[in-house]
């Protein structure tokens, strides 16, 4: 019998993506087939304090589904770097370009990559002066406010006003230092799905998240039980293949390996896609969107989680 593969699997951490990631390893732990591997979780607290200190010799790879800072922005991958343990998903430089929203634009922009118009000022910069729509005056209402580092929603606002905006910049402010501001359109919200490694990659069937309100918040996200995403998208062909080509594009861009969730805005009016961001360790349930995506396009969950152990242990021999 050939003997099983120990993956750690690791969750939690100090974000305020904690619970989500709880989710995610419970769903990897289950899926995980038992003939080939024998996983055992490793929750990190949300102080960041680890019950047991990770080593070379506890595993055979790590399969990390830690959500936001600290998770998904390189310093995890970093620390697994040294430790010399071969790992799921991006690497360090990956993983901190994603998460931080202006070096994530800026590498799209680097790539002639479209996104939607956007500023972003630091805390200091925003309390050093009084005229605020001086800040944002390349825009129009509505805008949508974010902390540069963070995901699954949180810590964003859609403001229509300079009361809502400067409202909106104090809620991101409790998140982050920076903050980026982006222009509103009125467009479907896409997702595609990227799995592979940095040569071969390959892009899944576009996705359509079912927005109800005026944005997909963080409680419709994870906390409503009713279905968020089509998949596949009802999208003329071109426009999906546009999708998957951005897509492998925009994984490249930021020197992607082994898995991530690119989101769009497609302004139908136009036929204009926009790239909102890419997420290199996005919710891993079996019911979340990357996961539905790929299984609509022929991989199945398991199928889904040893492809990127095996993607994991490639990197690691390369």
């Not at 697994?80 to 998460?99: I, K, N, Q, R």
């Not at 479209?114 to 005056?137: M, Q």
């Not at 594009?249 to 497609?266: E, H």
Request: hydrophobic share 40%.
């Amino acid at each position: 019998m050939t003997e099983r593969l120990r993956v750690a699997v690791l969750a939690g951490g100090p974000s305020a993506e904690h619970q989500v990631s709880l989710q995610s390893a419970q769903a990897v732990l289950d899926a995980l087939p038992r003939s080939l591997y024998e996983p055992f979780p490793i929750i990190i607290d949300r102080h960041g304090g680890w019950p047991t200190e990770l080593r070379r010799d506890m595993a055979d790879v790590v399969f990390p589904v830690l959500h936001g800072p600290y998770g998904e922005d390189g310093v995890l991958q970093g620390h697994l770097e040294t430790l010399g343990l071969p790992y799921v998903g991006c690497g360090v430089l990956a993983s901190a370009v994603a998460m931080d929203k202006v070096a994530m634009r800026r590498a799209f922009l680097a790539e002639d990559l479209p996104v939607t118009p956007h500023v972003w000022f630091t805390e200091h910069e925003w309390r050093a002066t009084t005229d605020h729509r001086s800040v944002v005056k390349a825009l129009d209402w509505p805008m949508y406010v974010k902390p540069a580092n963070l995901g699954s929603s949180i810590g964003i606002s859609r403001v229509t006003s300079m009361e809502e905006l400067r409202a909106g910049v104090e809620l991101a402010f409790t998140y982050d230092r920076v903050v980026v501001v982006e222009q509103g359109v009125r467009a479907r919200e896409l997702i595609c799905g990227v799995l592979g490694g940095y040569d071969t990659p390959g892009a899944s069937v576009p996705g359509e998240l079912i927005v109800g309100g005026d944005w997909l918040d963080y409680e419709t996200k994870y906390l409503s039980p009713a279905d968020i995403a089509t998949i596949p998208a009802a999208l003329p062909e071109p426009v999906a293949e546009e999708v998957r080509e951005l897509s492998l594009r925009a994984f490249r861009a930021i020197g992607g390996y082994g898995l991530s969730r690119v989101d769009f805005l497609y302004e139908e009016d136009t036929g204009r896609l926009y790239l909102l961001e890419i997420n290199t360790m996005p919710g891993f349930t079996s019911c979340s969107v990357y996961a539905k995506a790929w299984a609509a396009s022929g991989v199945a969950y398991p199928d889904l989680l040893r492809r990127l152990i095996d993607l994991a242990l490639t990197r690691s021999r390369s």
